[in-house]
Structures are given as structure tokens and as C-alpha cells.
């Protein structure tokens, strides 16, 4: 184990992703209104992250912002038709693309079968498959379709795309990068601050604590509902007050104003610690953003090291630990150099 103490500065990592992803997004879904669909209205930080990132993408690099948007649970293809009536069709990234978050790629097939008639384009996603019947399933809904645009985050997710699909398939980095860099959102309270998944994608046990150093383990799966609902509602009342006075566009508003209550709780957290270790892509992300050195394990298959592998692995700050022992003896060497 060797502590990384040069590596790619921050400020250019970021602005090498942020281009990359430009240079691949331009000219799609141009000239024309453009919905984005899948708002994840849910407790997960990163994909918060993904979604402002997507916003600010438009906004900076397309001067516009969806002529429709949609949770879920809010989908609806008569509104989407009235609000959009021609135009592209964008779906949130992520890191559900296949059958291990089984309700968003039944939503997206769901698009596919029901939209021939417009250009989809799937934004950045890792995809994992656990069922060969589910690929054949997606192939034929994707080659039935003809005008699928799809972006992958890794080069492992590239080579299945292009040999199960038969559509246009792009790498391009993680949209969440378009928030760009961050300030901690405070002091550091413990030395290692370990955010770790505690769902499906889990593949290491609870962490016991770096001996010798403070410590505290988390998920970001916790927040309080009445809180994001008084977050939706000022959104709500902004925009207004903004003028934005069309039903899509107050619900862009709630969306943006939920989002935004949960990265910043994500980044209060991963702020906590002199250091992070976490199993999460987008702690990695955010860890990065904020400038916190952190060491990177990876989920059940293998999604974070195939990132770090094309994009991130080389920024400062960062360490691309094996196990969980490794990524606490660089915690350990990070924290005694800065003593």
C-alpha cells in the first residue's frame, strides 16, 4: 500500500470530466424542448447529486431547462405529449440500468415501448445484469425502438452495450460532476468518517473503527420527511415567486428544492470526517468535489472500481482500496502525515 501523494489535481479532474461529457452530449436533442424523466424522489444522495448535475448541464450547455419532468410516480404520457409535444426524450443516469433496481428499468422499457416516435436518450449509467432473459428483454424493447442514444459510465458497461444492443452507445462520465467543486459544509468532527451501503449493493461487513482514531459509520439513507417536504414547499413558493407559474415548472422547482436538501445533507455528512472510506460511487463523487481525502471499495460487482478505472483513480486524494484493512492503513497514514 502506497499513500498517493501527488495525482491529478482536483480543480483539473473535474473540468476534464465536465468537457468530456460536453463533447459527447453535443448536438443531441438540440433545436428542439427536451422532457427529462425519473426523478429520483428518493432517500439516496447520489442520485440527487445526478440529477442537479443533469439541471446544470442544461442550463450551462443548452440554455434551457426540460419542458417536462417526472418522478415515478408522476409519470404521465398524456401530459408529457401536452407539455412536449415533440423533442427529445432524456432519462436520469445512474446506476440502475438492468435488473438489480427492477422498478426504474421497468419504467424505462415502459418509455421505450410507448415513445417510437421520439429520439431517447439514456444519460450516463453503469448496467448490471443478473438474469440473461432480462438482456434479451431490453435488447428487443431497445431494438424495436431505433432511436436509442445510450451513455454508459465504464468501459465494462460499454462492452455489454455494444454487444447485446443494437443502438448508439457512448462512455461519457458522470453528470454529477456539473455541480463542480464544493466547499465542506464544516469542520471535520471525527477522523474517518465511513459511509457505507447498507443496501443490495453492499458487499462488506460494518466496519469496527480505525483503532487509535474517532470514528463514526453512516449510510445516507436517512432523512426526516417532514424536512424534504418543507424543502419541496419552499421550492415550490421560490418558484413562484420567480414566476415560474406552470404546473411542470413548479414541479421542477420541488424536484430541484429536494435535491438540493439532499446533497447538502450527503455533504454534511462526508464533511464530518478528516477522512472518508465509503463503498458509495457518489461519496467518491462528492468526496472528490469537496476536496476530502477518501479511500474507495467497491460494491457487490464491481461498479466503483470501473469508474475509478476510466475517469477518477489517479485524482489526488483518492485511494482505490482492495479491502476494508487496506483502506484503513491509508486512513491511518493520511491521518499521522497531517498530525
Avoid at 184 to 212: H, I, W
Wanted: charged content about 25%; some cysteine.
Amino acid at each position: 500500500m502506497t499513500v498517493r501523494g501527488g495525482g491529478l489535481e482536483r480543480g483539473r479532474v473535474i473540468q476534464q470530466l465536465r468537457s468530456q461529457a460536453v463533447a459527447e452530449l453535443r448536438g443531441l436533442g438540440a433545436g428542439a424542448p427536451f422532457c427529462l424523466l425519473d426523478f429520483p424522489d428518493h432517500r439516496n444522495v447520489g442520485d440527487s447529486a445526478i440529477w442537479l448535475g443533469e439541471t446544470a448541464y442544461f442550463r450551462e450547455h443548452r440554455g434551457a431547462e426540460p419542458g417536462y419532468v417526472c418522478s415515478l410516480a408522476t409519470f404521465s404520457e398524456a401530459r408529457l405529449r401536452a407539455s412536449v409535444p415533440e423533442g427529445a426524450i432524456f432519462i436520469h443516469g445512474g446506476g440502475n440500468f438492468g435488473d438489480l433496481w427492477p422498478r426504474h428499468h421497468e419504467f424505462r422499457e415502459h418509455v421505450l415501448k410507448r415513445f417510437r416516435d421520439r429520439e431517447i436518450i439514456q444519460l450516463p449509467q453503469s448496467i448490471h445484469f443478473e438474469h440473461p432473459e432480462r438482456i434479451a428483454r431490453t435488447a428487443h424493447a431497445i431494438a424495436r425502438h431505433g432511436k436509442v442514444r445510450l451513455f454508459v459510465r465504464d468501459q465494462h458497461s460499454y462492452e455489454f452495450a455494444t454487444a447485446n444492443f443494437d443502438c448508439e452507445v457512448r462512455l461519457c462520465p458522470d453528470m454529477a460532476f456539473f455541480l463542480g467543486a464544493l466547499d465542506r459544509a464544516s469542520a471535520p468532527e471525527v477522523d474517518v468518517f465511513y459511509l457505507m451501503r447498507t443496501d443490495k449493493e453492499r458487499a462488506l461487513g460494518a466496519p469496527a473503527g480505525l483503532p487509535g482514531y474517532t470514528s463514526r459509520v453512516a449510510d445516507w439513507l436517512t432523512e426526516s420527511r417532514l424536512s424534504i417536504q418543507a424543502h419541496k414547499l419552499f421550492g415550490i413558493a421560490r418558484g413562484l415567486v420567480g414566476g415560474r407559474l406552470d404546473r411542470i415548472a413548479l414541479r421542477h422547482a420541488r424536484y430541484d428544492a429536494a435535491a438540493r436538501a439532499r446533497v447538502a445533507r450527503g455533504c454534511r455528512l462526508l464533511s464530518s470526517g478528516r477522512v472518508v472510506i465509503t463503498d458509495r460511487l457518489h461519496a467518491h463523487i462528492l468526496s472528490l468535489l469537496l476536496g476530502i481525502p477518501h479511500a474507495v471499495l467497491d460494491n457487490s460487482y464491481g461498479k466503483l472500481r470501473r469508474f475509478l478505472d476510466v475517469w477518477t483513480g489517479e485524482a489526488a486524494g483518492v485511494y482505490c482500496a482492495s479491502s476494508m484493512d487496506d483502506a484503513e492503513r491509508w486512513a491511518a497514514s493520511v491521518l499521522s502525515a497531517g498530525r
